[in-house]
């Protein structure tokens, strides 16, 4: 295997946006260029122990930083190297690596994610609105459990309030209290896509593979799925 080149950065700043998702940033070393929805690979060192964990570019290519959001496990390595990182910190990275980006114009686009899988969706679809100005319809499905998991959702509506062919929806598979909102899994949901077009999924290999099941069974051919899976 070709040895991959690695990329030093700071880290930028880092937040919790629930009890268990983080939005970290990571200054974008300079001739470091990529593709929105490709992903890359921190190199996390720990002792004599060195591993590489993927995550998704939430941010897009024309973005002066990384962006990241991504699931903190208990006694995960990345989640415990993200947990214990401090802004100014630096980061060892390999990549872009990946296939999951948008080539195709003039079709509607659909996205669905669940957790920490909008982060490469979230990229594709401000580079779609914002770099290249697709005026095609954009709708995004957003499934989390509870309402308090739902994050990003202030950025959602800047983005639908901003461009009329944007529009999202945000679905709770275990909904509480007050929430008057949608409920269910995403795929309950795929009815409110369009019926043709490109269709970009995200999330755990369950999700991916109920809602490609879903769209084949609502004759989307398969060459107009496309998936990543965490
Ligand atoms: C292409 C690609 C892109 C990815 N992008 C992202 C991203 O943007 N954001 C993000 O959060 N993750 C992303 N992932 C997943 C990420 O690479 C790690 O696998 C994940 O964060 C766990 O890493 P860790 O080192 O903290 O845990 P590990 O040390 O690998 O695992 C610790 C324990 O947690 C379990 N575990 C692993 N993942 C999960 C999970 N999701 N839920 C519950 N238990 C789990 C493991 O089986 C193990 O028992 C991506 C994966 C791929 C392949």
């Given at each position: 295997m070709i040895a991959q080149k690695e990329w030093k950065s700071p880290c930028l700043s880092k937040k919790m946006l629930t009890k268990d998702m983080l939005e970290l940033h990571i200054i974008r070393p300079e001739s470091f260029t990529y593709a929105a929805g490709q992903f890359i690979q921190f190199v996390i060192k720990n002792g004599d122990e060195t591993v590489l964990r993927a995550f998704s570019l939430?941010?897009?290519?024309?973005?002066?930083d990384l962006e990241f959001s991504t699931k903190l496990i208990p006694g995960g390595r990345a989640s415990t190297f993200f947990s214990n990182l401090s802004p100014e910190d630096e980061v060892v990275f390999q990549g872009p690596n990946g296939r999951f980006i948008c080539t195709t114009e003039n079709q509607p686009l659909s996205f669905i994610a669940t957790g920490a899988g909008i982060a490469p969706i979230w990229g594709i679809i401000t580079d779609e609105l914002m770099?290249?100005?697709?005026p095609q319809p954009i709708h995004f499905i957003f499934g989390v459990r509870?309402?308090?998991?739902?994050?990003?959702s202030e950025r959602l509506n800047a983005l639908a309030n901003a461009h009329p062919n944007f529009s999202f929806t945000i679905t709770l598979s275990q909904p509480e209290g007050s929430w008057s909102g949608k409920t269910g899994?995403?795929?309950?949901?795929?009815?409110?896509?369009?019926?043709h077009g490109n269709f970009y999924l995200c999330g755990n290999p369950d999700m991916v593979k109920d809602a490609r099941a879903t769209l084949l069974e609502k004759n989307?051919?398969?060459?107009n799925i496309h998936f990543e899976i965490f």
């Amino acid at each position: 295997m070709i040895a991959q080149k690695e990329w030093k950065s700071p880290c930028l700043s880092k937040k919790m946006l629930t009890k268990d998702m983080l939005e970290l940033h990571i200054i974008r070393p300079e001739s470091f260029t990529y593709a929105a929805g490709q992903f890359i690979q921190f190199v996390i060192k720990n002792g004599d122990e060195t591993v590489l964990r993927a995550f998704s570019l939430a941010s897009h290519p024309a973005q002066p930083d990384l962006e990241f959001s991504t699931k903190l496990i208990p006694g995960g390595r990345a989640s415990t190297f993200f947990s214990n990182l401090s802004p100014e910190d630096e980061v060892v990275f390999q990549g872009p690596n990946g296939r999951f980006i948008c080539t195709t114009e003039n079709q509607p686009l659909s996205f669905i994610a669940t957790g920490a899988g909008i982060a490469p969706i979230w990229g594709i679809i401000t580079d779609e609105l914002m770099n290249k100005k697709n005026p095609q319809p954009i709708h995004f499905i957003f499934g989390v459990r509870s309402e308090a998991d739902i994050f990003w959702s202030e950025r959602l509506n800047a983005l639908a309030n901003a461009h009329p062919n944007f529009s999202f929806t945000i679905t709770l598979s275990q909904p509480e209290g007050s929430w008057s909102g949608k409920t269910g899994r995403v795929t309950t949901h795929v009815h409110l896509l369009p019926k043709h077009g490109n269709f970009y999924l995200c999330g755990n290999p369950d999700m991916v593979k109920d809602a490609r099941a879903t769209l084949l069974e609502k004759n989307i051919s398969p060459t107009n799925i496309h998936f990543e899976i965490f």
